[in-house]
């Protein structure tokens, strides 16, 4: 068992400085000179009899024991053999399945693909049953809190950037929830299901929540009471300090640990310039079963309303968490690689977006192309052609309708309705005098000028960054 166990190291050692050079560019020959050592070490090693062999692969195995109570909300299918299947309900369990499989140990990524749940649809909430995330993870072992205040940074702006309206970050920690149950005398089979129960705080009264714990999960009325002592306080790093010196919990290693990164974290934030954004919440637990830090949901402050626009209720439209153990389910070794990322839920910004705009009666821009080129008068076919090739050889997001001669008209409507914000309109005067006509379709407004200016002119016009709002 000795000389087996130290040729094992030699094979990870030799693996090792193979992956170092790939990662390097050595040249072809040093990297088939060190993969030949490679395998001959795992020749002498001989086939691993009597060991479990771990096939990774696609089906509800994989999904399964990650969610907590939300796995019913996965989608089970069944493939020819009969063997269970899943379409997958978040992006972090299959980059987390993916690290395991191909023996990632460190990477930063974002990620926006389709998702799938099988719950009530709810259209003016922004909830589907096929939706997009996107997501942002960071893997790697790292320093406590920086890759997790970067992820806080990277949500912060990009919620900023949408205007959307004022947010807020809730921020907590698994480990304080986890000391929190223990020193209320929850028992330990019981605490996913109460976190479950913690976690619609946001959404209904602590009376409903206290309700569902003693009535359906049967937990005392008097340990329900004192989870119900901490789980409704909020506040920023002072909250942090004040349960640092809680008598209870602060003599909880769990607990105590996760007070100690939140602080960590807040000083970090402070840094960052966003601390402002962000709160400590004890009711925020985010029920999946995978997290095992820190934690995290944006929601909105105040719907982006106006005068005579109805207030929005779409929930939370972004959150994330550190997850150190998730890889480690899927490596045949268990060995562990520390990620934490976020999640952006974009139909939940896409509904957010879209019923301003009808409230404000606004169109919604549906392209990026910047210029309409049109033509005011017949068989002008080729100039429009000619001035078109112009504009994408200066990299101008340009169009042009499909007919030989479109009426004016016709043009000004299209570029109303898909929110085209310019129109280079050609005439026959116009092509005498040198000049293009360049209208803003908002105000109406229309000026002449010189072709050769004509690029600048429109990139001066569209310079600043397309707003979705």
């Known amino acids: 068992m000795a000389d087996r166990a130290a040729l094992e190291d030699l094979v990870r050692v030799q693996g090792e400085r193979v992956r170092g050079l790939k990662q390097q560019k050595a040249s072809a020959e040093q990297i088939e000179e060190e993969v030949a050592k490679l395998l001959k070490l795992k020749a002498q090693l001989g086939p691993d009899e009597g060991k479990p062999k771990f096939v990774l692969k696609t089906p509800k195995e994989t999904l399964t024991g990650k969610y907590g109570e939300d796995s019913k ?29 191909n023996k990632l140990t460190n990477i930063k990524r974002y990620h926006i693909a389709k998702v799938y749940r099988r719950d009530n649809p ?9 939706f997009y995330q996107c997501d942002f993870d960071i893997a790697g072992q790292f320093d406590p809190m920086l890759p997790d205040a970067e992820c806080l940074k990277i949500m912060c702006e990009i ?57 359906e999960k049967g937990l005392a009325p008097e340990v329900a009471d004192r989870i119900g002592d901490y789980v409704q306080q ?11 010196q809680d008598p209870k919990l602060s003599q909880n290693k769990q607990a105590l ?15 960052f310039g966003i601390a402002d954004k962000i709160s400590f919440d004890l009711s925020l637990a985010r029920g999946l079963d995978y997290y095992t830090g820190v934690i995290y949901e944006a929601v909105l402050l ?21 997850y150190d153990g998730l890889v480690g389910m899927f490596d045949p070794k268990g060995r562990k690689v520390p990620c934490v990322g976020l999640s952006i839920g974009v139909e939940r910004i896409f509904s957010i977006v879209e019923q301003r705009l009808e409230a404000l009666e606004e169109k919604v821009r549906t392209t990026e192309t910047q210029v309409l080129v049109a033509s005011a008068q017949k068989k002008l076919l080729e100039e429009r052609l000619k001035l078109i090739s112009e504009l994408w050889d200066a990299g101008i997001k340009a169009e042009l309708l499909y007919k030989k001669n479109p009426k004016l008209l016709n043009q000004l409507q299209y570029c109303e309705e898909t929110g085209i914000p310019l129109v280079a309109i050609i005439g026959e005067q116009e092509l005498k005098d040198g000049v293009i006509k360049l209208r803003s379709v908002a105000s109406r407004e229309e000026v002449d000028v010189r072709r050769e200016d004509l690029v600048e002119e429109i990139k001066r016009r569209t310079s600043q960054p397309l707003c979705i709002c």
């Not at 709810?122 to 096929?130: F, I, N």
């Not at 149950?181 to 206290?210: M, N, Y």
């Not at 909020?234 to 640092?244: I, N, Y």
């Open 159 to 215: 919620l900023s950037s949408l205007q959307i309206g004022d947010f807020l970050v809730k921020v907590n920690d698994r480990r304080i929830l986890d000391g929190m149950f223990a020193i209320c005398g929850v028992p330990d089979s019981k605490f996913r299901t109460i976190c479950s129960s913690v976690d619609k705080l946001d959404k209904v009264s602590w009376e409903e929540v206290k309700n569902e714990m003693v009535g």
């Open 257 to 271: 640990e996760g007070l100690g990164d939140l602080k960590l974290l807040f000083e970090y934030l402070t840094l």
């Open 73 to 101: 909300l996965i989608y089970d299918l069944k493939d020819q053999g009969g063997e269970l299947l899943s379409l997958r309900y978040d992006l972090t369990v299959p980059f987390a399945r993916y690290l395991a499989m």
């Open 234 to 244: 909020h506040g920023g790093v002072s909250l942090v300090e004040q349960l640092l």
């Open 302 to 322: 105040q719907p982006p309303a106006r005068a005579g626009e109805e207030p929005l209720g779409v929930g939370s439209v972004a959150a994330g968490g550190r």
């Open 122 to 130: 709810a259209m003016t909430r922004g909830r589907y049953r096929e």
